[in-house]
């Protein structure tokens, strides 16, 4: 039996950087992966494909829209090739795992391609298409990610009622996506499809979309998402989806409790993911779970046995791949005895619509709630001969800062370019800086980051100067 300093079980995005990081430390690494290619949900089914077909239709979109305003014209019609479209998505998914598969070779690590499950606290059964192998370890990373979460009376058929995996090889464009969840991922792929001509309906339980994130963002993209036509039924209680021939039916009450019928040809559920641990055989090594299911970590990410850690999706916060991602060098770290940290309100959210979303730091909601006082600065979009220059003109950058001491609590963003300028934010906020910080800084003219320096001057003594 093959002997390891540290064995991973699960190959996403917390998972395989977690492998290269005890590598690089010089441990002897085993990752073990239950399908033919490594990276996870975030690579295979996620993140890398649904930004893949964001983008395909986003040319689409333009193509057809805003060419000719930009002076390029197109004989003949402008047609969609799905099938190209998926293909290429494909292409850009097997590019990137074969690039995780280069690292793992680079960093000498072994990769076993089986179901693994804990036979005891130190030994992990690898069911593989030949047979079975175990592998021992002296200390363990459980990674094994999420699966979309359902509905109890929802039947996933994979066809017309399906999850965010089967929307992204559909084989023909919807007539009518019906999208249940008003969160990220019903939200990304209700824009691709609705680019692509389709009817998209939204259904969510709350009174907004993107309900975790800070209020003004959820109005401004509704506002936005409106204008491209996409509905919305919110605070509607789903309560059946039913199949019929090539029809879906979604019946729900809306906030009067009056019955809502809808009906189209596809039914994406997106009401979240859930913890993946079916089949590890927790109770073999004694791992506890919290009352939702997710392996109880300690500050450490340790788990009740002292040499197991779990990572990512699997325990407790937010479900991102650049969360686990942080949480699988962390522990690589403690592991070869040094101190790292995370500062888990820094870690920022993104949504890939267009405009896109992002967020880092407390909301003002929350600042409300925790009774901190605060000041805001906000500039629009469309203030920006950059913006009207690419014609990007939704949107603004909203900055939260301490009444006081004027250092920045959060950062809340829409519009063009807004998952790259997020990073902005990220880095001041790690230095503690004030807005009075980031509104002293040149940003280079022109461009989408002059909104954040707008902002901070906004909350600095409201003095933006281009509005």
């Known amino acids: ?31 073990i992966e239950k399908y033919a290619t490594l990276g996870g949900t975030c690579l295979n089914v996620g993140c890398i494909p649904s930004k893949a077909l964001l983008d395909s ?89 999420s699966k979309p979460s359902t509905l109890p009376f929802i039947k996933i058929d994979k066809e017309r009622i399906i999850t965010s995996t089967e929307v992204l090889k559909l084989k023909e464009i919807p007539k009518h996506l019906i999208v249940i969840g008003g969160g990220v991922i019903g939200l990304e792929l209700g824009q691709v499809y ?56 979604v019946k729900a009450d809306d906030k ?32 506890k779970l919290d009352d939702r299911g997710r392996v109880e970590v300690n500050s450490h990410l340790q788990t009740n046995v002292s040499h197991i850690y779990a990572i990512g999706d699997v325990v407790k916060g937010a479900m991102l791949a650049h969360k686990a991602e942080e949480e699988g060098t962390l522990v ?4 070869a005895g040094q101190k790292p940290h995370i500062d888990y309100n820094l870690i920022p959210g993104v949504v890939y619509t267009w405009p896109e979303v992002a967020a880092v730091g407390k909301t003002e909601e929350q600042l409300k709630e925790e009774g901190v006082e605060y000041k805001v600065g906000q500039f629009p979009m469309r203030a920006l001969g950059r913006s009207r220059a690419s014609m990007d003109l939704d949107g603004f950058v909203k900055i939260l800062a301490d009444k006081k001491t004027d250092e920045v609590l959060g950062v809340h963003m829409i519009g063009a370019r807004c998952a790259d300028l997020i990073a902005e934010a990220v880095t001041a906020m790690e230095f503690r800086a004030s807005a009075e910080d980031i509104s002293r800084m040149s ?20 003095r933006a100067l281009h509005v």
């Open 1 to 31: 039996m093959n002997q390891y300093d540290v064995a991973i079980i699960g190959s996403g995005p917390g998972g395989y950087v977690a492998a290269i990081r005890c590598a690089q430390l010089g441990m002897k690494t085993a990752l």
């Open 57 to 145: 239709s986003h040319h689409y979109e333009d193509a057809v829209k805003h060419f000719e305003e930009h002076g390029i014209e197109i004989p003949g019609e402008i047609k969609v090739n799905l099938e190209q479209m998926i293909a290429r998505k494909q292409g850009v998914v097997d590019q990137t795992t074969k690039g995780i598969e280069f690292l793992m070779d680079k960093n000498k690590i072994d990769v076993y391609h089986g179901f693994g499950s804990f036979a005891d606290a130190n030994t992990i059964s690898i069911e593989k298409e030949d047979g079975k192998e175990s592998i021992g370890a002296k200390n363990i990373i459980i990674a094994t990610g």
């Open 194 to 249: 609705k680019r692509l001509g389709s009817e998209v309906t939204v259904v969510e339980y709350m009174d907004r979309i993107i309900p975790g994130m800070d209020g003004a963002l959820s109005k401004e993209l509704t506002k936005v998402m409106k204008k491209q036509k996409v509905k919305f039924n919110l605070s509607h209680k789903v309560k059946s989806v039913e199949r019929k021939g090539d029809e879906v039916i």
């Open 256 to 287: 009067k409790g009056e019955e809502v019928t809808l009906t189209g040809d596809y039914c994406l559920v997106s009401v979240g993911r859930r913890p993946y641990t079916d089949g590890l055989n927790l109770e073999a090594a004694g791992i």
């Open 332 to 335: 690589a770290e403690l592991l």
């Open 443 to 462: 940003h280079a003219h022109p461009t989408f980051a002059e909104a954040v320096k707008e902002a901070a001057l906004a909350a600095t003594a409201d």
